[in-house]
């Protein structure tokens, strides 16, 4: 009998002790490299609802042949008589063995790998000379995305908004200390005035800024979020803008505000000028920042793999 080696076991505290040693850029530009290079496999993913109305969960799949591993991420929304359990635990199984490597808690990578996919967007797309950096959202969400986008261009400027930040003192204070040049706006408008970079980092259902309050052709990434048609930026934006996504195959049929401009016929899918694998890979065509560049993200399961793949190794040194 072939003796088995049982997973290793990550859990939260052991993810956030290794994370510091996590080249995030470098784990996501390899996965897009190989997306783009036909060497990975990324399948819908599905919801599949518990009996009794008790709650769902969520299946993130993916398979890199260059780093031999294939896997899930299963984040369910339990149901319980206070508020909802939700988590997030990604299993990473070997492409030669069969084997189980590893299960992770997938809280915090989901956040890191999320704000990493925009960073890599920003590295892409934003021109060499981007100075002034928006950021709407103040929440944990919001500082990964500035953390991954801090060394990638010479900030001058770093100015953040969100509707609770003027009235909280304590988070103020928090952002200022992570950079001299953070500056709290006073609301969205005075936030982007100017800027060459705007992260959208907010959980929101519905538009959260006006993009014309940049004054000139900017640089704009969104997110996503579990609200129906969720969207950050108002539809009507999509053809005034480059369009870009992480993955072509599936963003725009789930991506709030490109389905909506879809059916009011204002833009179609096939106006997107590439996404993250074609970016990488110098396959599609990159802007020449005549106007302004939308990148939106929906989250992967090749991402929750390549951030499971990356702690797995660091777990091995250890």
């Not at 896997?71 to 008589?81: D, N, Q, R």
């Not at 996503?224 to 480059?242: C, G, K, Q, R, W």
């Not at 106006?271 to 560049?293: F, M, W, Y």
Request: proline share 6%.
């Amino acid at each position: 009998m072939t003796h088995q080696t049982p997973p290793k076991i990550l859990d939260a505290a052991a993810v956030e002790a290794l994370l510091p040693g996590l080249d995030v850029k470098s784990e996501l530009t390899a996965l897009f490299q190989a997306l783009g290079a036909g060497q990975a496999v990324q399948p819908p993913q599905t919801i599949t609802d518990f009996p009794n109305a008790k709650g769902d969960f969520i299946t993130y799949l993916g398979a890199v042949a260059e780093m031999g591993v294939f896997g899930a991420k299963l984040s369910p929304y339990i149901v319980t008589e206070a508020a909802p359990v939700i988590t997030a635990w990604t299993c990473l199984m070997s492409m030669d063995t069969g084997e189980p490597l590893v299960w992770c808690d997938s809280s915090r990578l989901t956040t890191e790998r999320t704000a990493g996919t925009t960073a890599l967007a920003v590295d892409l797309l934003a021109p060499a000379r981007a100075s002034r950096l928006a950021i709407i959202g103040s929440g944990a969400v919001a500082e990964a995305h500035f953390q991954h986008v801090r060394d990638l261009r010479n900030w001058s400027r770093i100015s953040v908004y969100s509707p609770g930040l003027a009235a909280d003192p304590d988070r103020q204070t928090k952002w200022r200390a992570l950079d001299s040049k953070i500056d709290i706006a006073a609301d969205s408008a005075a936030c982007l005035a100017d800027c060459d970079v705007v992260m959208l980092c907010t959980s929101s259902g519905t538009p959260v800024i006006d993009p014309a309050d940049t004054g000139k052709a900017s640089v704009f990434t969104s997110i996503s979020t579990n609200v129906a048609n969720a969207h950050e930026i108002p539809p009507e934006f999509l053809p005034l803008a480059d369009v870009y996504c992480d993955y072509l195959p599936t963003t725009p049929g789930s991506a709030g505000e490109m389905k909506l401009a879809t059916a009011a016929g204002l833009w179609s899918a096939d106006q997107i000028r590439g996404d993250l694998a074609q970016l990488v890979c110098g396959t599609c065509e990159k802007p020449n920042h005549d106007k302004s560049i939308f990148f939106r993200s929906i989250g992967l399961g090749l991402e929750d793999i390549a951030m499971a793949h990356g702690i797995y190794k660091l777990s091995l040194l250890g």
